[in-house]
Nanobody, 114 residues
Framework: VQLQASGGGSAQAGESLSLSCVVRGVPVTATTTGWYRQAPGEQREAVAIVAREGGPTYLDSVKGRFSISRNYARKTVNLQMNNLKPEDTGVYYC?????????WGRGTLVTVSS
């Protein structure tokens, strides 16, 4: 399984950014995928996860602002981030699970200034 993330960058508070991750090696709708982030000095945390079956789950602090989606044809899992806040700053990692193993993409930096 290989994951390649793109997007992110810098934004002002209240603005929007989007992340996209191409997932190769497993259909995105056939496994658990999602996005994690790690802020400086903090542990990595799950931001948005969508399981093989069932709806997405979100970190409480991003509910109503972030939206995760999957595109089977394009093999992508996407994260739309609206109304960004400075506390959303961090390195975002694409994630996929396959046969009990975790796979990670390279992180992409999101910086939100006030």
């Amino acid at each position: 399984v290989q994951l390649q993330a793109s997007g992110g960058g810098s934004a002002q508070a209240g603005e929007s950014l989007s992340l996209s991750c191409v997932v190769r090696g497993v259909p995105v709708t056939a496994t658990t995928t999602g996005w994690y982030r790690q802020a400086p000095g903090e542990q990595r945390e799950a931001v948005a996860i969508v399981a093989r079956e069932g709806g997405p789950t979100y970190l409480d602090s991003v509910k109503g602002r972030f939206s995760i989606s999957r595109n089977y044809a394009r093999k992508t899992v996407n994260l739309q981030m609206n109304n960004l806040k400075p506390e959303d700053t961090g390195v975002y990692y694409c994630y996929a699970e396959r046969q009990g193993r975790d796979f990670w993409g390279r992180g992409t930096l999101v910086t939100v200034s006030s």
